[in-house]
């Protein structure tokens, strides 16, 4: 095993409710309806809610809080599945705990008011209530079908492991390190379009809530990838120069445009970590590039296409101890930016 993945943890989200719905069969269906129907090996008929999907509501809000804090500090690999760095345990445990106490106490609340939940919903369809009726499962079976849990598994190859087995974990590793900056940069994407479109400033919320989760991710999973730190430290050099109340605007603002628009970028973050893990240090934003009434303002007023377009990053092949700097950083691109590597 590696020394990138000893500290590496993968912790599995063992989260069910009841739907609420039940499959709908073509027996309870008008025979002209039945006639028209597609065959059975062609189309399935959908299902039929036995009571309000809004009563629903609280399990889903529930398991998203919990899926949204696994994204939040470690890496979505499928089936519930995430991994984390092992000193995230304890706090990402008790969160979870708080949230399968709180997804108990909202399933014995359901299901101590089940039958009038079904009375209600089913009362408000006429003649389809007595057959529906018919078909509502007893309280018990459906307090049996809510379940919050997870479990914890260390991350290692076995000893015992064929070359082709190690080949598979290695293999896996690199897609997890793949999906990490494709993660960083959809959520950097999501601040971009929710905060910074047709607006010169943001809020401090915006750096608690966001960019400083952000910055603790990426150091946490340093244990996956060596380029994680470097971004990492990066967000939080540029946070550490911003003024700590009130809004941001300004030179700072025009600051932070540029860094989340590297980061929203997966092949630019990780050729930029390459070039700072080097002991580079490529410039995010050049103020003195901009027209003096565009510093700091809204990102509306910016042509992003042209930004792209005189940015040309080269391939970077190889360990980051193959990267170079190619860029003159002389000459930026329009619009301030400066991304040498």
Known sequence: MTSNTERLILVQLRISSWSGQKGLQKSELPQAIVNGLPPDDLARLGQKRLVDPKMLNPFDKIRRRAHRNCEM?????GAACYLVPEMSIKDLEQFLIDCQHEFNKEATEFVSQFDAHVEQWLSGFGEWKDALMRQVPDSNTVHGRFSFDWMIFDVMPSAESSKSAKESFDKELESARSKLFDEVSEAAR?????????????????????LMPLADKLSGMSLLTQLALPLSRQIQDVIEGLPKTGRIHGNGYSELQALIMMLSDSDRAEKHAKALLNGEAPSLFD?????????????AGIDWDAIEDSIEIPDQPGTPDSASTNQDSNQPPSGGFILSY
């Open 190 to 210: 999501t601040v971009v379009d929710t905060f910074f479109i047709g607006r010169d400033y943001v809020t401090q919320r915006v750096i608690k809530d966001h």
């Open 287 to 299: 103020l003195t590039a901009l027209p003096e009434n565009q510093a700091g303002s809204s990102m």
């Open 73 to 77: 500090i470690g890496v979505n690999r």
